[in-house]
């Protein structure tokens, strides 16, 4: 196995975390961001400060990470915020906000991970999107548009790198045991967990389970993709 | 003057994985099979090299070697 730079976006906890801590047991050298430029529990891993809705803070942190660690090769663009609310009480900023950090912060960083990915003509990016960017939710609409974004996204980039032997393909974790999913009301956890066949919530390290995979030598045939990783919930 | 040329082929040989001798004035990059992304790529090996900016809308219509290099060697 090739020991490869990893660079986990919104790193400091949940599946971000989970990731960085998956791809740093098995051997390679991940650097993640986070907008407080601290993390729990992250040793070995290097924490730089960073607002992905920030292009100057976007380049400056790659570009640390480049120093210490050397040419990001995998990069996995995880960073993203809610800003629940009904579409009709909904203020600009909240739909805004939602689209800048979780959309245009991904196409922010990939855009200036990918020189260095072409430069080596080896290259992985994995989105994470969600289901709710599959088939919506009520009260994300912000957040289901971001994340239906990443998809168009990742696959015009997987067209445009595909000739420097760079990949990209999406993730799209169902409910997931973090943080994050805490911050939905009791309804609509429990909402969601009753349309899952396999009837649990899934665990960040499962969704670092399937990145891990798409980053892979033996995914190197695999682009443009998008993996539900959900229990079934999105198979319609 | 030769020795931006020189600068400006190692660029060129590097990101295009071609031979010095075909680095010449009227070769096109289709010659030289450089896609799109190819162009995008030297150009960006090129700013760094001579420390100049190249927006997007300049390279339209670039499609030579020469007319990559005259671009360049203007900036300076």
Not at chain 2, 18 to 44: G, K
Request: charged share 25%; glycine share 10%; net charge negative.
């Amino acid at each position: 196995m090739t020991a490869r730079v990893v660079l986990v976006t919104g790193g400091n906890r949940g599946i971000g975390l989970a990731t960085a801590k998956r791809f740093h047991a098995a051997g390679h050298k991940v650097a993640v961001t986070a907008r407080s430029g601290a993390a729990d529990d992250a040793e070995g891993i290097l924490v730089v400060k960073c607002d992905v809705t920030d292009t100057d803070s976007v380049n400056a942190a790659v570009e640390e990470i480049e120093e210490k660690l050397g040419t990001v090769e995998v990069l996995v663009s995880n960073a993203g915020i809610t800003k629940d609310g009904l579409t009709l009480k909904m203020k600009d900023e909240a739909f805004e906000d939602v689209i800048d950090a979780n959309l245009t912060g991904s196409f922010r960083v990939a855009r200036r991970v990918v020189k260095g990915m072409m430069r080596g003509r080896w290259g992985r990016m994995v989105f994470i999107s969600s289901v709710a960017g599959i088939g919506g939710n009520p009260g994300q609409a912000n957040y289901s548009a971001s994340k239906a974004g990443l998809i168009g996204l990742s696959k015009s980039l997987a067209k445009e790198f595909a000739s420097r032997n760079i990949t990209c393909n999406v993730v799209a974790p169902g409910p997931i045991e973090t943080d994050m999913l805490m911050e939905l009301t009791d309804d609509q956890r429990n909402a969601m967990l009753s349309v899952v066949p396999l009837n649990r919530l899934g665990q960040a390290d499962e969704i670092a389970a399937a990145i891990e995979f798409l980053a892979s030598e033996n995914a190197g045939y695999i682009t443009g993709t998008v993996l539900p990783v959900d229990g079934g919930l999105s198979m319609g | 003057m030769s020795d931006n040329f020189d600068r400006f082929k190692k660029c060129a040989v590097d990101v295009l994985s071609v031979e010095d001798s075909q680095i010449v004035a009227d070769a096109t990059f289709e010659s030289l099979d450089a896609d799109s992304l190819d162009l995008v790529e030297l150009v960006m090996a090129l700013e760094e090299e001579f420390d100049v900016n190249v927006e997007e809308e300049e390279l339209e219509g670039v499609s030579t070697i020469g007319a990559a290099f005259d671009l360049i060697t203007a900036k300076l």
